[in-house]
């Protein structure tokens, strides 16, 4: 018999779930309905294709309701298709939410050989790996308390070195990482790696798109319930942030029960919107940030501009514009203005639009998404009574670091 190339192989694959309403209330309801709750079809999957080869690591992106975790699902056996196949070769561990497969009344011990026996592995197995599991998951005493009592970081450490202990084929993720704490999430990553060079399967669910160019050798876009995109993380990353800025800025919905008006063609060319606040009595105040990329996205070592546009009610002698660059989790990467750079002001006039810019020349900020934020300062001191003009950034490239900057390095051995 030949072994299959592919460690999953999904063909033509729909899923859809049924969404009930409020029940039938008035007699009208009744009537028409006949006594049948009212409800509508939601199409999770629509005719979806993917095809895993084995020791591939993929990432599955998309907004929310897009289909991704119920693929991994389907993979997972938890589901299964109403249309189309899956094809699954090999021992599956699944981490797709906090607490599957676990009993809150069972102490952590008890919670390992009660998981792991629903992974296939016997009682003798489960016994050899149990030291593994306990250390890895640095639990502590805790590991004899019922698991009722535990936190979501500590169902995630458990739920992690069970399902990286029972020596899958195919490990199943689903965005549960982002629940432990920095040290944890390195560790994890670093038992990750490890399975990577002992050739598994990885398939990860995430919004960190930081983390599939980085880790992932293939990237799957899942938009309406369909493939958008399957290919190069570096490529697909870049499709599927730049349409959902641009999405997001005409203030669109990203989740419809209406399949019939998503579209499935390839993006066209979008003029991009800045994000403006609205103005109070002081002035109006836009941001736009912009690279060789277009709005809102820029490479590791690109230009990135920030273009201002200030419309104010009154007038300034002296005005200092000071920029905040902060990362998603909201570390403080950055302030600076004007007056403390340059020892320049801005003078505003009632009614007189003024335009400036802030380039930046090289961007050395590791890959992932980043928050610009621009403010009026009095050269005294004093902030003006305009709310700050806000802009996301993403940032893209092939840095395999970790942590904010990207710094230059040299290594010599």
């Known amino acids: 018999m030949v072994m299959s190339s592919y460690a999953v192989r999904a063909q033509n694959v729909t899923k859809a779930f049924r969404i009930h309403g409020e029940r039938n209330r008035t007699l009208k309801d009744k009537f028409i309905y006949a006594g049948r709750a009212k409800f509508k079809d939601f199409v999770a999957l629509d005719n979806v294709s993917v095809d895993i080869p084995r020791g591939a690591t993929v990432g599955l992106i998309g907004v929310n309701g897009s289909g991704k975790s119920t693929l991994l699902k389907l993979m997972s056996r938890i589901l299964y298709p109403d249309k189309g196949t899956i094809e699954v070769n090999g021992r599956v561990s699944s981490l797709l939410e906090l607490g599957a497969g676990f009993h809150p009344d069972f102490t952590g011990l008890e919670n390992v050989f009660l998981n792991g026996s629903l992974m296939g592995l016997s009682k003798k197995e489960l016994n050899r790996k149990l030291d593994a599991i306990v250390d890895f998951s640095e639990l502590g005493d805790f590991i004899r308390e019922p698991i009722r009592g535990y936190s979501s970081g500590m169902y995630m450490r458990l739920a992690f070195s069970i399902a990286t202990a029972v020596d899958p084929d195919i490990l199943l993720i689903d965005e549960i990482l982002a629940v432990g704490d920095a040290p ?200 003006l009574d305009v709310p700050e003009a806000k802009a996301k950034v993403s940032v893209i490239g092939e840095e395999k670091a970790h942590g904010y900057v990207s710094l230059l390095r040299v290594w010599k051995i």
């Not at 990203?254 to 606040?277: G, I, L, Q």
């Open 184 to 383: 944890f999430q390195a560790k994890c990553m670093s038992r990750l790696k490890e399975l990577q060079q002992a050739n598994k399967t990885i398939v990860i669910v995430t919004h960190d798109s930081g983390t599939v160019e980085r880790f992932c050798d293939t990237a799957v876009w899942l938009d309406s319930s369909r493939v958008r995109s399957y290919g190069s993380p570096k490529e697909v990353v870049r499709g599927y942030l730049s349409e959902t800025f641009v999405r997001s800025h005409e203030g669109g919905s990203v989740m419809s029960f209406d399949r019939n008006k998503a579209s499935h063609e390839n993006a066209k060319a979008h003029e991009a919107v800045s994000e403006t606040n609205p103005g109070t009595d002081c002035a109006q105040i836009a941001l736009k940030a912009t690279s060789g990329l277009g709005e809102g996205m820029v490479e590791v070592g690109g230009r990135l501009s920030l273009n201002v546009n200030i419309l104010p009610m009154k007038d300034f002698k002296a005005v200092t514009p000071r920029i905040r660059v902060s990362s998603e989790d909201g570390v403080n990467l950055l302030e600076a203005e004007l007056f403390q750079d340059e020892n320049k002001t801005v003078v505003l006039s009632e009614g007189l639009e003024r335009a400036f810019s802030v380039d930046f020349p090289n961007v050395t900020l590791m890959p992932g998404e980043y928050n610009v934020a621009l403010e009026l300062w009095t050269d005294d001191g004093e902030p």
